[in-house]
């Protein structure tokens, strides 16, 4: 596999389906850090980057985008296409949303001026070297200590019909967290749309089926693949309300993934270490996009989202 620094890298029109390692930083001992990337061009305009594995646990993402990569026949693809499964490999060496050698999250490193740790180089140079050239971008996530049901967020209402052709049943449009990729292309005006599935340290194939679909459709969309894109007719939401543990301790959850929950609802309950028991309700009505599945909780950290 060619490895090439991601300060030298342009976008030749390829004659088969390559697969390259992009140089993006080195460590504090000088070893190199590159990242696995897919590239099919055949020169023409558009160019999609999917991209994937910003937290290193979170392996729905990273499945769908190389699995989508795979199966995408060289011959079909119009304009440019650039699959980088695991922008953080550091992480994912470790099996772990952020690595030790630096304990940053990607995700919280663009635009934000420093430069210091290699999460914060690879985050720099990935926005300044190659998001900045894309027409589209598809940040791929799948969860976290809970599961996400499938669905598209955005940070403008005028990307919601692109995320629609991804097929999933939700899309979320709201703002991002400082930092984050959303937040930055949102600066920048570059359309990003950022996928959730899933909990982390999962491959459920059920989620990564519907992704690669998704994808494949998104591209049609945008006339790379040839054919009418599916039309999606997702629910879009626009408010979310994440109910937060009001003491740490230990959660049973009593509602379900995808549930419509009212005001006032139980959604659970939570037994504090030596302690009595909590009754856990909403406060909104409208649909579980997130719950949580680890049952140890600390105080403030998240038990569902509700969006409607
Ligand atoms: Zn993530």
Redesign the pocket.
């Known amino acids: 596999m060619d490895s090439i620094p991601i300060d030298g890298f342009t976008v030749e029109p390829t004659e088969e389906k390559k697969t390259l390692r992009l140089e993006i930083t080195r460590l504090f001992d000088d070893s190199p850090v590159s990242l696995p990337t897919g590239l099919i061009s055949n020169g023409e305009d558009t160019k999609v980057c999917i991209i994937s594995g ?2 290193g646990n ?1 392996w729905n993402g990273i499945y769908s985008s190389q699995k989508f990569f795979k199966n995408v026949p060289h011959e079909a693809v119009k304009g440019t296409l650039i699959v980088i499964p695991i922008v953080n490999p550091l992480a994912f060496n470790e099996k772990s ?1 952020v690595s030790s050698v630096d304990s940053i999250d990607l ?1 919280r490193t663009y635009l934000n001026h420093s430069y210091r740790k290699p999460a914060e180089q690879i985050g720099t140079k990935l926005f300044a070297e190659l998001f900045g050239e894309m027409d589209y971008i598809i940040d791929i ?2 969860g ?1 200590p809970g599961e996400y049901s499938p669905h598209v967020a955005v940070t403008d209402e005028n990307l919601i019909e692109k995320a629609s052709d991804l097929l999933l049943p939700d899309v979320y449009l709201g703002s991002s967290s400082s930092g984050s990729l959303a937040s930055a292309c949102a600066k920048e005006n570059i359309p990003l749309f950022t996928v ?1 599935a899933g909990k982390r340290r999962h491959i459920d194939r059920a989620y990564t089926d519907k992704i690669i679909k998704g994808l494949e459709n998104f591209l049609k969309g945008v006339d790379m693949l040839d054919g009418k894109p599916q039309e999606g007719k997702p629910v879009v939401h626009s408010n979310k309300d994440k109910v937060t543990s009001p003491a740490s301790g230990f959660f049973t959850p009593q509602v379900d993934l995808g549930d419509r929950i009212e005001k006032g609802d139980k959604i659970g309950e939570l037994e504090k270490l030596f302690g009595e028991e909590k009754i856990i309700r909403t406060s909104v009505s409208g649909k579980i996009l997130y719950l949580r599945s680890e049952k140890v909780v600390s105080k403030g950290e998240n038990l569902i989202h509700v969006t409607w």
């Open positions: 910003q937290h979170e949303r995700n996530h799948g976290g959730e």
